[in-house]
Every structure is written in C-alpha cells, then in structure tokens.
C-alpha cells in the first residue's frame, strides 16, 4: 500500500525535490557573491520563471517518471540537453515578461550558478534512483495468461529488448511441444493452482504486470478466475492488454497486433485535433525560416564543401512518399558519389559511396537541412515518419502488412522512430522502425513533439546516424 501511494506521488516527491535544491541553490550563490539575503527574497518570479521552465524540459526526457529514469549515458545526456533548453527558455522568459532594466544583470552570476550546480545534482540523485529501479526489477516478474504460438512471439520479441524481469506463463492447457518451446526461452509454465491473483507474490517474485495475450472472452479461464481477475484489477490497477504492455514498457506497436480493426480502435488519432494541426504547421514554417535564416552561413560552407570535394550536383533529389501516399521530391545536400542509387538501396556501415564529407554531413545531419524547403512546401514536416524512397516504398508495401498507416501522416525530418531505432540498412530495420512509427501515427501530441525535438539533439550531437 505504502509503496503503490509513493509510486503515484512519485513526481510531485521529484518535482518538490527539485524546487527546494533550486531555492537553497539560488539562495546560497546570492549570499555568497552579494553577501546579502534581501536580493533572494526580491526573485521570486526569476525562481518561479527557473523552477517552471526546467521543470517542463525534463519532463519532456521522462526525469519526473520512475520507470523513465536510467542510469545511462544517454538519459544523462538527454538529462544535460533538457537542461541547456530549460535555462535558455527560463532566460528567454525573464527577458521577456519577468526582468527588466538592470535586474537580469544583477542577477546574471547567480541565475548561471543555479543551472550549473542544480543540473550534475538532479543527474546524481535520479542516478541513484535509476541504480535502485535496476535492482527492484531483478526482483520483479510478469505473468502471461494464455498460450500460443502467437503468444511466444511476442514474448520473445520481449526478451530481445533486452527485458530484465522474470516471465511466467499461466495456462492449464498447454501441450509439451508448447512448454518445451517456452521453456527454451526462459518462460516456466504455471497452473491455475499455482497463481492467486490477489497475491503479490510467486515464487518469491514481486508480481509487477499480469499481461492478457487475448481478450478475456477469448480467454479459456474458469468463470471463478476471470472474476478474481477483475476483481484483483478493480484494486491494484495492475493487469494489462498486449498492446497496452508494449506501448507503456516500449513505447511501440508491434505489428503483429495491427490488423484491419487497428485504425478503429479508441485512442487512434487519425481525426487530428484542428488546433493542434494548425498549430504544427504554424511551428514548421516559423521553425523553417528561423533556422534556415539562422543556419545560412553554415549551409553555404557545406555546399561549397560538397562542390569543392567531389564531382557532380550540390543538392540530392530523390523521389519520396508523403501523406496520402502522394510523391514529391525530396531535396538533401549530396553525400554519396555520382550514381550511387544503382549501387544498393541501403547505406552501411563505413559504405564505400560516402564521400569524407558526406561521412560528417550525415553524422551532423547537415546534409538534411535542405529539407526544410520540403517543409516550408508543405510537402513535410519537422516531425513524422522518414519519408522514405518511392522504389522502395512500393517494396515495403507488398511484403508488410499496413504499412500504408504510416502514410497518414506527413513524412517529417526527424521522428518517434529516428530518434530511438538507428539507421534502417534491411526489411528487418524498416519493420522494427514501423513499429515506433505507428506510435507516432497513433498517439503523436504537442508533448510528444517536443520530446522529440530534445531527442534528436542528443543524436545529432552524438553522431547517432548514418
């Protein structure tokens, strides 16, 4: 009980913590440079502006959610980048509507100090609580119920991902071909005796999920199970669909669930929010102009770069699937050497048709920044699915199942499945990429966006492309 009421409290306790070391952070470098406690009590809206700003940034990199938090290179990394942006944005803030005349100036040592001492203090303490969440789950488990082919897949395909907790199966009719082919993946199968769903325990396992692999009609359980099931979900809130697992533990869909009724289902987006639509479009246009304005003297050494480098046209064109499954051409600074498409389909590792140039422009992802064109035309946008190759498209279309729902959407610059699958180079890639791509398709938001955005600077300043 206790444990359930710290786990929904759980991002207030960080966000209070979070406050407070702001607070006494702030305080300490103003009396220590000024000597005087007056200047704190005088920046209240300044802490305010502060503690509101980088609390929304990290957010954005799931900071305030517990099972979010890792100690990681890359969460600590996306932790310092939400960080940068949380400052920024709380200075833009004060600048703006907070601060004027000499106040920000007085102020400017200890609003820097703050950020600088505050961000390797809030990487310390979710460290430790990343370090704690690692070992509770080696104590964890989740409980499958009900046994099929289909059933094996998907766990599976869960142990791939690297899933660290323990995975009981629970069905009374399971033939020995079965059991011995989970067995061979670290799945013991249990009986109805052997599972009480009120308890909180198996085996000396902490019971975390309990995963329906069907619906409950589907399911052949006694009428006494399925009532204590729904009973025990009514209390703890615990016992979950396939998807619904995939979703919040992954945060993809696996394609074996989609089917024809997928696109039916509640909490599909395809009726877009108006407001939100034009919202987008009204950021992509700014965001566009702004950074094309912003980045014009880098973009034109790199052009010249490309054309002192090697022979043949500055910009790539490429024809592209957008939304409505309608083509368009994409534009990008050019990479590869002369007739490279008819060489493969798919970039590799150290490919030989990369230029030394083009090597740093994809690792940067300066050679993408033409595309802003395509979004300033309407035909992207800065967020969606990788729009991808017509020749290939048409590939991808025959031989896996809805890939089509990704085309509802329009193609973006970066997206859900860029900024956490690496560079698709086969059919495998491109249908483990769809997966987060009809995650985007399907519960894409403003929130999601620009969780995004902060992914992509972590890839962007880690080289993570190709």
């Known amino acids: 009980m206790f444990i359930n009421v710290i786990r929904k409290a759980f991002p207030a306790i960080l966000l209070a913590i979070d406050t407070a070391a702001f607070y006494l952070i702030y305080f300490v470098v103003t009396y220590l440079r000024t000597g005087n406690s007056e200047s704190f009590f005088s920046s209240d809206q300044i802490l305010f502006s502060m503690v509101t700003c980088n609390a929304l940034a990290l957010y954005l990199v799931g900071a305030y959610e517990y099972r979010k938090i890792e100690r990681s290179a890359r969460f600590i990394s996306e932790h310092l980048i939400a960080s940068v942006i949380g400052a920024a944005l709380s200075l833009f803030i004060i600048l703006l509507f907070v601060s004027y005349g000499d106040r920000v100036g007085t102020n400017r040592t200890s609003l820097l100090g703050t950020f600088i001492l505050f961000t390797p203090f809030s990487i310390l303490y979710r460290s430790l609580i990343g370090k704690i969440r690692a070992k509770r789950k080696k104590n964890k488990c989740v409980i499958f119920i009900g046994s099929s082919d289909k059933t094996y897949e998907f766990i599976k395909e869960i142990n791939e991902q690297n899933f660290t907790e323990i995975i009981y199966l629970l069905d009374n009719d399971v033939d020995k071909k079965l059991i011995e082919k989970f067995s061979s993946i670290g799945v013991e199968v249990l009986n109805a ?112 770069t490309v054309k002192l480098t090697s022979e043949g046209p500055i910009f790539f064109r490429q024809q592209r699937i957008g939304a409505g499954e309608l083509p368009f051409t994409l534009f990008k600074l050019r990479t590869m050497k002369i007739g490279s498409d008819a060489k493969g389909d798919y970039t590799t590792v150290d490919d030989p048709r990369v230029t030394p140039i083009g090597n740093f422009l994809r690792k940067s992802r300066l050679d993408e920044l033409p595309q802003l064109i395509n979004v300033i035309k309407g035909e992207m946008s800065l967020i969606g699915p990788r729009a991808e190759w017509e020749k290939l498209v048409k590939n991808y279309e025959e031989v896996i199942p809805h890939y089509h729902l990704r085309h509802i959407i329009k193609p973006g610059i970066t997206g859900w499945a860029q900024v956490n699958y690496p560079y698709g180079a086969n059919l495998e890639d491109t249908i483990n990429k769809l997966k987060y791509d009809l995650y985007y398709v399907r519960y894409f938001s403003l929130v999601m966006d620009l969780t995004i955005i902060i992914k992509t600077g972590y890839t962007m300043l880690f080289g993570r492309g190709r």
Do not use: C
Request: aromatic letters at 10%; hydrophobic letters at 50%; glycine letters at 2%.
């Open 193 to 304: 005796d052997q599972f009480v769903p009120k308890s909180r325990f198996i085996n000396g396992m902490v019971i975390n999920k309990i995963i329906l692999s069907e619906s409950m009609n589907q399911l052949a359980l006694d009428k006494n199970l399925k009532r204590q099931l729904m009973e025990h979900h009514l209390e703890k809130n615990n016992i979950v669909t396939l998807e619904n697992f995939f979703l919040s533990e992954f945060q993809y869909v696996p394609t074996k669930i989609v089917d024809e009724d997928w696109p039916f289902e509640h909490g599909f987006r395809i009726t877009k929010n108006v407001v939100y639509a034009h919202g987008k479009r009204a950021i992509d246009l700014f965001l566009s102009i702004l950074v094309l304005v912003l980045a014009s003297p880098v973009m034109a050494i790199a052009m010249l």
